[in-house]
């Protein structure tokens, strides 16, 4: 299948070129956060067969396609993660505790437990609060873009979503509304060759996602999303067009879900084990250890050390999570406006009159 | 003062808006050079310029998805959908995202959106130029709407929608846009949510109506009158949030309720109202609470007029309900 094979040298087909990319040391800072990344997801999964959070989507074989891009933006940048951004999170500085308070809904999660896992949003790294309705976002980061280009700063907003979203209203949209007000805006699409159980042939008969820009006159790059240094230059590029007033750029990263869609899936049922192997042989973290080895940045023990540290940071993480009180029963109410309206006050005085939440309480 | 139309109404309060505070923007289709559809953004493009008066490619989804995005990121976007019955491209982007965005992210990303729409029938639009659906948006946490019937409470409305903090879905009764004119105030005019008008005093029966049902509504509450029946006239003005107390107080007075909307009867707000006195005001009614609607069918374009309420069907549920107890 066409899927489970792409062109592995997309990234030069492109055009993209081999301007500077991630220096020594951020490298291996992006290889720590691949592997916190990766850890977490394990870890993650584990934790809902256990019970002890609701759900949980993976974002195993995405990991230098996601910190690639956000290692390319600034911290006044915006981004519009979808569900599975982990990965972009971490590499802008979201503390692992923030992430799995949200996992958990406990008292401490930002978001107020009002979510299933994976929707988390932080404010202070704008990274705008996720749902799940496919390509909302995408819109989204075009207005925020207008905003931006209206104050004339020199800042670029990032929708993330992935193949299946390229059939979405909002994608069209979108990407129609970047071109005809020249937003700065990077529409960066993970292809991870599967929504759900649909092939990526079967979404679109485009040769590629990226060629879908051109339509809208604006370039569309592809970008092998598991390398991390073409994903990061790309984003170096796309962002230096946009900054400059050139406009938005679509980059299609070339990756695949090695994990399921997410815990309440069973790949086995729509793909075959030979073609999960076969990109599984191109896992990106493999790919990078390998080259950081070559390159005589991480010996084997250095490596293990990477992994110990992210076991354990994972595991405080989610054991401090696990002790933070849950949400108190009566914030139900808050935030659906700025103040309770009558009516709310009137439900939260009905909800505390039967009890709700409390010890024995209905 | 000044003597407006509503839409002119609208129009001052817009402009209004856009002088106190230049990160207020407007987006639509033909809302430009055009003025609107309607009118309402007329001289506005003139004044303010294109980057605040922004002409949008033909996408709903387009112009309340980047007005979601702008005001994230610090603009105040009034959006214009040309008509009510062409807001459903945008239905995820209101009832998905707009509305839970606060909620959703624990307060962290509040987004205060105005949409403004023309809504409803007796314009010859037919099915698809004068539907009254503001019970979608009725039913969904998060959103405020909002509906006018007269110039004055057009604006204050308005800017009171400019200056909270929540989405709000702003509903202009098209039928009355030019139909209706009154005094104005100048200046920073603002009604507050949630407070609904007195129209008119009365102790036999309780008339409830808003937007382009009040004038029909008061001319049968002056047609009763003329038979010794006193009704009294509520335009609630904010259907989200609701004053309920002035809903109560009423029917506590005159112990009966006819609820009039030119929406379809089934799950209509009408149905909102009635369930409200039915909890608790049940006392107090001397008679069964009567609707006054559209029909349950879609609008229908020859015989609009007989699907709409008017003064006579209005006057004469409110004689049924006096005569029945």
């Known amino acids: 299948m066409d899927a489970a094979s792409p062109d592995a040298s997309a990234s030069a087909r492109a055009g993209i070129p081999a301007g500077a990319g991630l220096g020594p040391d951020r490298i291996l800072a992006a290889y720590r956060l691949m592997v916190l990344s990766r850890t977490t997801d394990e870890r993650c999964l584990a934790l809902q067969r256990q019970g002890r959070i609701g759900f949980y989507a993976p974002l195993l074989g995405q990991e230098a396609a996601q910190v690639g891009c956000a290692l390319a933006l600034t911290a006044e940048d915006w981004v519009f993660p979808a569900y599975r951004e982990l990965a972009v999170a971490l590499a802008r500085g979201v503390p692992l505790k923030s992430i799995i308070d949200q996992l958990i809904g406990n008292s401490a999660d930002l978001t107020k437990g009002r979510q299933m896992p994976n929707h988390f949003g932080f404010r202070e790294f704008r990274f705008v609060t996720a749902s799940s309705p496919i390509g909302t976002q995408i819109t989204q980061a075009v207005g925020a873009a207008m905003a931006a280009q209206r104050r004339r700063e020199a800042v670029v907003t990032v929708p993330f979503f992935g193949d299946g979203a390229t059939s979405s209203n909002d994608f069209h949209a979108g990407l129609n509304f970047a071109g005809v007000f020249r937003t700065p805006t990077i529409f960066f699409c993970q292809n991870n060759q599967w929504a759900i159980s649909l092939p990526r042939d079967k979404q679109t008969r485009s040769k590629t996602l990226a060629e879908k820009a051109e339509a809208y006159g604006f370039p569309g790059v592809v970008v092998d999303g598991t390398d991390l240094n073409a994903v990061y230059r790309a984003v170096v590029q796309a962002r230096a067009r946009a900054v400059q007033g050139d406009g938005p750029t679509l980059i299609e990263a070339q990756v695949y879900r090695l994990g399921p869609h997410s815990t309440s899936d069973d790949p086995k049922r729509y793909r075959t084990d030979a073609e999960v192997a076969e990109w599984k042989a191109r896992d990106p973290l493999a790919r990078l250890r390998a080259d950081l080895a070559v390159a005589g940045q991480l010996d084997d023990a250095a490596d293990q050390k990477v992994w110990e540290e992210a076991r354990a940071e994972v595991a405080a993480a989610i054991e401090a999570g696990e002790r933070s009180p849950p949400m108190p029963p009566e914030s139900i109410f808050e935030d659906v406006f700025a103040t309770l309206t009558p009516r709310l006050e009137a439900e939260r005085e009905e909800f505390r009159a039967l009890g709700r939440g409390t010890e024995g309480g209905p | ?325």
Do not use: W
């Not at chain 2, 335009?235 to 909307?261: N, Y």
């Open chain 2, 1 to 325: 003062m000044t003597e407006l139309t509503l839409v002119q109404a609208v129009n001052r309060g817009l402009a209004e808006a856009m002088r106190a505070d230049p990160n207020v923007v407007l987006l639509g289709e033909d809302i430009g050079l055009n003025g609107g559809v309607f009118r309402a953004t007329e001289g506005l493009y003139k004044e303010f310029g294109e980057q605040r008066v922004i002409d949008t490619p033909l996408s709903e989804t387009g112009i309340v998805g980047t007005a979601i995005g702008m005001a994230l990121n610090g603009l105040t976007p009034i959006a214009e959908i040309q008509f009510m019955d062409f807001i459903y491209p945008a239905f995820d982007q209101i009832v998905s995202e707009l509305a839970k965005f606060r909620y959703r992210s624990g307060g962290q990303f509040p987004c205060h959106v105005v949409i403004r729409t023309p809504y409803g029938g007796g314009i010859k639009g037919g099915l698809y130029h004068s539907q009254s659906t503001e019970a979608y948006f009725c039913h969904t946490a998060g959103l405020k709407v909002v509906v006018p019937s007269t110039p004055a409470d057009a604006k204050g409305l308005l800017l009171t929608a400019v200056h909270d903090e929540d989405p709000v879905v702003f509903l202009e009764p098209k039928r009355i846009y030019r139909a209706v004119t009154g005094e104005v105030p100048d200046g920073d005019h603002r009604v507050p949510f949630g407070k609904a008008r007195l129209v008119r005093e009365g102790t036999d029966v309780s008339l409830f109506a808003y937007g382009a049902m009040v004038p029909p509504t008061v001319e049968a509450a002056e047609a009763l009158a003329k038979d010794g029946i006193q009704a009294e006239v509520v335009d609630p003005r904010t259907l989200v949030p609701l004053d309920e107390a002035a809903i109560l107080a009423s029917v506590e007075k005159t112990g009966r309720a006819v609820v009039v909307h030119e929406a379809a009867r089934f799950c209509g707000f009408g149905a909102e109202i009635a369930a409200l006195l039915a909890e608790k005001a049940f006392y107090s009614l001397k008679s069964p609470i009567a609707r006054v609607t559209g029909y349950d069918t879609p609008f229908p374009y020859a015989l609009e007029n007989l699907y709409l309420p008017n003064a006579d069907t209005i006057a004469h549920a409110a004689r049924a309900a006096v005569q029945a107890a």
